[in-house]
Protein backbone atom coordinates (compact mmCIF):
# COMPACT_ATOMS: atom_id res chain seq x y z
CA UNK A 1 0.00 0.00 0.00
CA UNK A 2 1.45 3.74 -0.84
CA UNK A 3 -0.05 6.76 0.62
CA UNK A 4 1.04 10.18 0.34
CA UNK A 5 0.38 11.76 3.21
CA UNK A 6 0.52 14.78 1.94
CA UNK A 7 -1.19 14.62 -1.01
CA UNK A 8 -4.22 12.35 0.04
CA UNK A 9 -7.28 13.50 1.87
CA UNK A 10 -7.37 12.63 5.79
CA UNK A 11 -11.02 10.82 5.50
CA UNK A 12 -9.09 8.58 3.10
CA UNK A 13 -6.04 7.24 4.64
CA UNK A 14 -5.72 3.59 5.78
CA UNK A 15 -7.02 2.82 9.35
CA UNK A 16 -3.00 1.91 10.93
CA UNK A 17 -3.49 -0.16 14.36
CA UNK A 18 0.61 0.27 15.85
CA UNK A 19 -0.30 -2.26 18.53
CA UNK A 20 -0.77 -5.59 17.76
CA UNK A 21 0.34 -9.03 18.61
CA UNK A 22 1.57 -12.42 17.20
CA UNK A 23 2.17 -15.82 19.14
CA UNK A 24 5.21 -17.64 17.94
CA UNK A 25 5.44 -21.42 18.99
CA UNK A 26 8.73 -21.52 17.73
CA UNK A 27 10.19 -19.32 20.68
CA UNK A 28 8.50 -20.98 23.01
CA UNK A 29 9.82 -24.39 21.60
CA UNK A 30 13.66 -22.93 22.27
CA UNK A 31 13.28 -21.76 25.84
CA UNK A 32 11.75 -25.02 27.10
CA UNK A 33 14.26 -26.71 30.01
CA UNK A 34 16.50 -24.12 29.16
CA UNK A 35 18.28 -23.01 32.61
CA UNK A 36 17.03 -19.67 34.18
CA UNK A 37 12.97 -20.22 32.53
CA UNK A 38 11.63 -21.86 35.48
CA UNK A 39 13.11 -18.90 37.81
CA UNK A 40 11.70 -16.49 35.27
CA UNK A 41 8.45 -17.89 35.40
CA UNK A 42 8.18 -18.47 39.24
CA UNK A 43 9.19 -14.69 39.46
CA UNK A 44 5.97 -13.85 36.78
CA UNK A 45 3.92 -15.71 39.21
CA UNK A 46 4.83 -14.08 42.26
CA UNK A 47 4.32 -10.47 40.27
CA UNK A 48 1.27 -11.79 38.89
CA UNK A 49 -0.69 -13.72 41.42
CA UNK A 50 -2.59 -17.25 41.58
CA UNK A 51 -5.49 -15.19 40.41
CA UNK A 52 -4.21 -13.83 37.53
CA UNK A 53 -2.77 -16.94 36.53
CA UNK A 54 -5.69 -18.74 36.52
CA UNK A 55 -7.44 -16.58 34.23
CA UNK A 56 -4.52 -15.46 31.60
CA UNK A 57 -4.05 -19.19 30.68
CA UNK A 58 -7.72 -19.65 29.20
CA UNK A 59 -7.91 -16.14 28.16
CA UNK A 60 -4.75 -16.68 25.93
CA UNK A 61 -5.99 -19.79 25.27
CA UNK A 62 -9.25 -18.42 23.19
CA UNK A 63 -6.92 -15.85 21.17
CA UNK A 64 -4.89 -18.25 19.80
CA UNK A 65 -5.86 -18.11 16.52
CA UNK A 66 -6.32 -14.40 16.54
CA UNK A 67 -2.67 -14.22 17.16
CA UNK A 68 -1.28 -17.01 14.82
CA UNK A 69 -3.30 -17.53 11.55
CA UNK A 70 -2.99 -14.67 9.54
CA UNK A 71 -6.44 -15.35 7.63
CA UNK A 72 -8.22 -15.10 10.72
CA UNK A 73 -6.07 -11.86 11.94
CA UNK A 74 -7.58 -10.11 8.79
CA UNK A 75 -11.11 -10.90 8.99
CA UNK A 76 -10.64 -9.36 12.55
CA UNK A 77 -9.30 -6.57 11.32
CA UNK A 78 -12.09 -6.34 8.47
CA UNK A 79 -14.76 -6.49 11.36
CA UNK A 80 -12.64 -3.65 13.43
CA UNK A 81 -12.25 -1.13 10.15
CA UNK A 82 -8.60 -1.50 10.73
CA UNK A 83 -6.63 -1.45 7.06
CA UNK A 84 -3.44 -2.68 8.55
CA UNK A 85 -1.54 -4.02 11.80
CA UNK A 86 1.50 -3.19 12.87
CA UNK A 87 2.36 -6.50 14.25
CA UNK A 88 4.96 -7.29 17.32
CA UNK A 89 5.98 -10.19 19.09
CA UNK A 90 4.10 -11.05 22.47
CA UNK A 91 5.76 -9.51 24.94
CA UNK A 92 6.13 -12.77 26.39
CA UNK A 93 8.92 -13.79 24.17
CA UNK A 94 11.10 -11.48 25.79
CA UNK A 95 13.06 -14.06 28.14
CA UNK A 96 14.78 -11.26 29.18
CA UNK A 97 16.81 -14.14 31.17
CA UNK A 98 18.08 -15.79 28.40
CA UNK A 99 21.98 -16.08 27.98
CA UNK A 100 24.07 -15.07 25.14
CA UNK A 101 23.40 -17.50 22.38
CA UNK A 102 20.41 -18.14 23.32
CA UNK A 103 18.81 -14.68 23.32
CA UNK A 104 20.35 -14.38 19.96
CA UNK A 105 18.52 -17.83 18.88
CA UNK A 106 15.01 -16.22 20.30
CA UNK A 107 15.61 -13.09 18.47
CA UNK A 108 16.29 -14.52 15.17
CA UNK A 109 13.38 -16.64 15.66
CA UNK A 110 11.66 -13.48 16.50
CA UNK A 111 12.46 -10.98 13.76
CA UNK A 112 11.90 -14.22 11.02
CA UNK A 113 8.73 -15.71 12.15
CA UNK A 114 6.98 -12.22 12.44
CA UNK A 115 8.66 -11.44 8.92
CA UNK A 116 7.15 -14.71 7.51
CA UNK A 117 3.80 -14.15 9.00
CA UNK A 118 3.47 -10.77 7.87
CA UNK A 119 4.18 -11.39 4.52
CA UNK A 120 1.29 -13.44 4.23
CA UNK A 121 -0.74 -10.08 3.92
CA UNK A 122 2.34 -7.82 3.20
CA UNK A 123 0.03 -5.14 2.18
CA UNK A 124 -1.62 -4.78 5.45
CA UNK A 125 0.85 -6.33 8.08
CA UNK A 126 3.95 -4.27 8.93
CA UNK A 127 6.22 -6.27 11.54
CA UNK A 128 8.44 -5.58 14.40
CA UNK A 129 11.39 -7.78 15.97
CA UNK A 130 12.84 -8.02 18.79
CA UNK A 131 16.59 -7.30 20.68
CA UNK A 132 17.92 -8.61 23.90
CA UNK A 133 17.97 -5.70 26.60
CA UNK A 134 20.18 -8.36 28.47
CA UNK A 135 22.88 -8.07 26.00
CA UNK A 136 23.09 -4.55 24.41
CA UNK A 137 26.24 -5.79 23.24
CA UNK A 138 23.69 -7.58 20.76
CA UNK A 139 21.32 -5.18 20.19
CA UNK A 140 22.76 -3.56 17.00
CA UNK A 141 23.26 -6.63 15.27
CA UNK A 142 19.61 -7.73 16.17
CA UNK A 143 18.18 -4.83 15.32
CA UNK A 144 20.04 -5.01 11.84
CA UNK A 145 18.99 -8.92 11.28
CA UNK A 146 15.07 -7.47 11.83
CA UNK A 147 15.62 -4.57 9.48
CA UNK A 148 16.88 -7.51 6.95
CA UNK A 149 13.84 -9.53 7.51
CA UNK A 150 11.95 -6.39 6.15
CA UNK A 151 10.61 -5.55 9.64
CA UNK A 152 9.98 -2.22 10.22
CA UNK A 153 11.62 -1.82 13.56
CA UNK A 154 11.60 -3.90 17.16
CA UNK A 155 9.69 -4.20 20.07
CA UNK A 156 11.44 -3.56 23.93
CA UNK A 157 10.16 -3.83 27.36
CA UNK A 158 11.14 -0.72 30.42
CA UNK A 159 13.85 -2.53 31.45
CA UNK A 160 16.00 -5.50 31.93
CA UNK A 161 18.26 -7.61 34.09
CA UNK A 162 18.71 -4.44 36.30
CA UNK A 163 19.41 -2.24 33.16
CA UNK A 164 17.14 1.32 32.62
CA UNK A 165 17.09 2.65 29.12
CA UNK A 166 19.15 5.41 30.53
CA UNK A 167 22.30 3.02 30.89
CA UNK A 168 24.90 4.37 28.48
CA UNK A 169 25.14 0.30 27.27
CA UNK A 170 22.42 1.14 25.16
CA UNK A 171 24.03 4.25 23.09
CA UNK A 172 24.97 2.43 20.30
CA UNK A 173 21.66 0.89 19.87
CA UNK A 174 19.99 4.27 20.16
CA UNK A 175 22.36 5.74 18.06
CA UNK A 176 22.24 2.68 15.05
CA UNK A 177 17.97 2.78 15.27
CA UNK A 178 18.19 6.36 14.80
CA UNK A 179 20.38 6.03 11.62
CA UNK A 180 18.25 3.76 10.05
CA UNK A 181 14.65 4.97 11.03
CA UNK A 182 13.99 1.98 12.75
CA UNK A 183 10.80 2.26 14.73
CA UNK A 184 11.43 1.54 18.16
CA UNK A 185 7.64 0.02 20.03
CA UNK A 186 8.25 0.46 24.07
CA UNK A 187 6.05 -1.88 25.48
CA UNK A 188 6.73 -3.26 29.24
CA UNK A 189 6.00 -6.45 30.77
CA UNK A 190 6.13 -7.15 33.91
CA UNK A 191 6.42 -4.69 36.47
CA UNK A 192 9.44 -4.45 39.53
CA UNK A 193 6.53 -3.47 42.32
CA UNK A 194 6.77 -7.29 42.19
CA UNK A 195 3.95 -9.12 45.10
CA UNK A 196 2.35 -5.69 45.58
CA UNK A 197 0.85 -5.82 42.84
CA UNK A 198 -0.12 -9.68 42.97
CA UNK A 199 -4.05 -9.15 43.45
CA UNK A 200 -6.79 -8.28 41.48
CA UNK A 201 -4.66 -8.05 38.40
CA UNK A 202 -3.26 -5.00 39.65
CA UNK A 203 0.54 -5.51 38.22
CA UNK A 204 -1.21 -4.95 34.72
CA UNK A 205 -3.70 -2.10 35.85
CA UNK A 206 -1.05 -0.38 37.46
CA UNK A 207 2.21 -1.64 36.27
CA UNK A 208 1.80 -1.49 33.07
CA UNK A 209 1.31 2.43 33.37
CA UNK A 210 4.27 2.83 35.84
CA UNK A 211 6.40 0.62 33.99
CA UNK A 212 6.43 3.08 31.23
CA UNK A 213 6.33 6.36 33.28
CA UNK A 214 9.60 5.15 34.19
CA UNK A 215 11.14 4.04 31.06
CA UNK A 216 10.71 7.58 29.32
CA UNK A 217 11.24 9.32 32.05
CA UNK A 218 14.91 7.38 32.20
CA UNK A 219 14.85 8.31 28.64
CA UNK A 220 14.04 12.00 29.34
CA UNK A 221 15.98 12.53 32.12
CA UNK A 222 19.30 11.26 31.08
CA UNK A 223 19.50 13.39 27.83
CA UNK A 224 18.86 9.86 25.31
CA UNK A 225 16.48 12.22 23.68
CA UNK A 226 18.71 15.34 23.46
CA UNK A 227 21.36 12.97 21.95
CA UNK A 228 19.33 11.15 19.62
CA UNK A 229 16.80 13.58 18.56
CA UNK A 230 15.59 11.13 15.44
CA UNK A 231 14.71 8.22 17.18
CA UNK A 232 11.03 6.65 16.28
CA UNK A 233 9.85 5.56 19.84
CA UNK A 234 6.14 4.53 20.20
CA UNK A 235 5.17 4.37 23.50
CA UNK A 236 2.22 1.46 24.49
CA UNK A 237 -0.76 2.26 26.50
CA UNK A 238 -0.74 6.41 25.75
CA UNK A 239 2.67 6.18 27.45
CA UNK A 240 0.95 5.27 30.86
CA UNK A 241 1.26 7.77 33.86
CA UNK A 242 4.16 10.31 32.76
CA UNK A 243 2.36 12.59 29.87
CA UNK A 244 -1.09 13.14 32.14
CA UNK A 245 0.98 14.28 35.15
CA UNK A 246 4.24 15.33 33.23
CA UNK A 247 3.42 18.89 35.57
CA UNK A 248 5.06 17.03 38.31
CA UNK A 249 8.35 16.40 36.56
CA UNK A 250 8.22 19.58 34.72
CA UNK A 251 8.12 21.05 38.18
CA UNK A 252 11.21 19.07 39.52
CA UNK A 253 13.41 20.44 36.35
CA UNK A 254 12.89 23.89 37.81
CA UNK A 255 13.13 23.78 41.41
CA UNK A 256 15.80 21.00 41.78
CA UNK A 257 19.71 20.78 40.06
CA UNK A 258 19.46 17.08 40.29
CA UNK A 259 16.07 17.02 38.07
CA UNK A 260 18.34 18.55 35.30
CA UNK A 261 19.63 15.83 32.96
CA UNK A 262 17.85 16.68 30.19
CA UNK A 263 18.68 20.48 28.07
CA UNK A 264 14.49 21.73 28.22
CA UNK A 265 11.92 20.86 30.48
CA UNK A 266 10.70 17.22 30.25
CA UNK A 267 6.98 18.12 28.65
CA UNK A 268 8.87 19.35 25.69
CA UNK A 269 10.07 15.90 25.15
CA UNK A 270 6.52 14.84 24.77
CA UNK A 271 6.42 16.23 21.11
CA UNK A 272 9.31 13.59 20.32
CA UNK A 273 8.11 10.53 21.18
CA UNK A 274 4.45 8.91 20.19
CA UNK A 275 2.23 7.24 21.62
CA UNK A 276 -0.78 4.34 21.42
CA UNK A 277 -4.27 5.64 22.18
CA UNK A 278 -4.72 2.77 24.03
CA UNK A 279 -5.90 4.80 27.61
CA UNK A 280 -9.67 3.44 28.22
CA UNK A 281 -11.04 6.99 28.94
CA UNK A 282 -12.17 9.42 26.66
CA UNK A 283 -10.92 11.99 29.12
CA UNK A 284 -7.65 10.58 29.39
CA UNK A 285 -7.40 10.32 25.62
CA UNK A 286 -8.10 13.97 25.00
CA UNK A 287 -5.09 15.24 27.41
CA UNK A 288 -2.69 12.66 25.81
CA UNK A 289 -3.74 14.62 22.48
CA UNK A 290 -3.39 17.78 24.17
CA UNK A 291 0.22 17.10 26.20
CA UNK A 292 1.58 15.52 23.83
CA UNK A 293 0.08 16.75 20.38
CA UNK A 294 -1.93 15.58 17.75
CA UNK A 295 0.33 14.29 15.46
CA UNK A 296 2.02 12.30 18.40
CA UNK A 297 -1.15 9.49 18.94
CA UNK A 298 -1.37 6.90 16.75
CA UNK A 299 -4.19 4.46 17.03
CA UNK A 300 -3.54 1.43 19.02
CA UNK A 301 -6.00 -1.89 20.05
CA UNK A 302 -3.52 -4.44 21.75
CA UNK A 303 -4.97 -6.81 19.79
CA UNK A 304 -6.06 -9.43 20.36
CA UNK A 305 -5.61 -9.36 24.50
CA UNK A 306 -8.03 -8.73 26.90
CA UNK A 307 -6.61 -5.63 28.23
CA UNK A 308 -6.78 -4.16 24.63
CA UNK A 309 -10.56 -2.63 22.43
CA UNK A 310 -12.54 -5.05 20.61
CA UNK A 311 -13.19 -1.58 19.07
CA UNK A 312 -10.46 1.07 18.84
CA UNK A 313 -12.30 3.48 16.26
CA UNK A 314 -14.87 3.83 18.57
CA UNK A 315 -12.49 4.25 21.21
CA UNK A 316 -11.01 7.03 19.17
CA UNK A 317 -14.93 8.57 18.53
CA UNK A 318 -15.57 8.66 22.19
CA UNK A 319 -12.86 10.94 22.71
CA UNK A 320 -14.19 14.09 20.68
CA UNK A 321 -11.86 14.86 18.80
CA UNK A 322 -11.66 17.55 16.08
CA UNK A 323 -11.94 15.86 12.49
CA UNK A 324 -8.86 16.57 11.63
CA UNK A 325 -7.35 15.02 14.77
CA UNK A 326 -9.52 11.98 14.16
CA UNK A 327 -7.96 11.36 11.03
CA UNK A 328 -4.52 11.64 12.34
CA UNK A 329 -4.54 9.59 14.97
CA UNK A 330 -6.65 7.03 13.16
CA UNK A 331 -3.86 6.67 10.61
CA UNK A 332 -2.52 9.90 9.10
CA UNK A 333 0.48 9.95 11.93
CA UNK A 334 1.20 6.45 11.29
CA UNK A 335 1.06 6.22 7.96
CA UNK A 336 3.80 9.72 8.15
CA UNK A 337 6.05 7.45 10.69
CA UNK A 338 5.78 3.89 8.94
CA UNK A 339 7.23 5.81 5.69
CA UNK A 340 4.01 4.95 3.84
CA UNK A 341 4.35 7.34 1.30
Known sequence: MTVNVTTTAPETLPTVDVHAHVILPEIEEAVAGQPGLAEARALDARRNGPAALAVNGPMVGARIPRLTDVEVRLASMDEQGVDIQVVSPSPSHYHYWADLELASRVCRLANEGT?????????????????????????????????????????????????????????????????????????????????????????????????????????????????????????????????????????????????RGCAEVPSSYLKRLHFDSLVHDPAV?????????????????????????????????????????????????AAALLNLA
Open 285 to 333: LRELVRAAGAGQVLLGSDFPFDMGTEDPLDALHCAGLSEQDFHAVRGGN
Open 115 to 259: ATHCAKAPERLYGLGLVPLQHPDLMVELLDHALEQGLRGVEISSHASERELSDPAYEPFWSRAEETGALLFLHPFGCTLDERLDQWYLSNTVGQPTENAVALSHLIFSGVLDRHPGLKLVAAHGGGYLPTHIGRSDHAWRARPDA
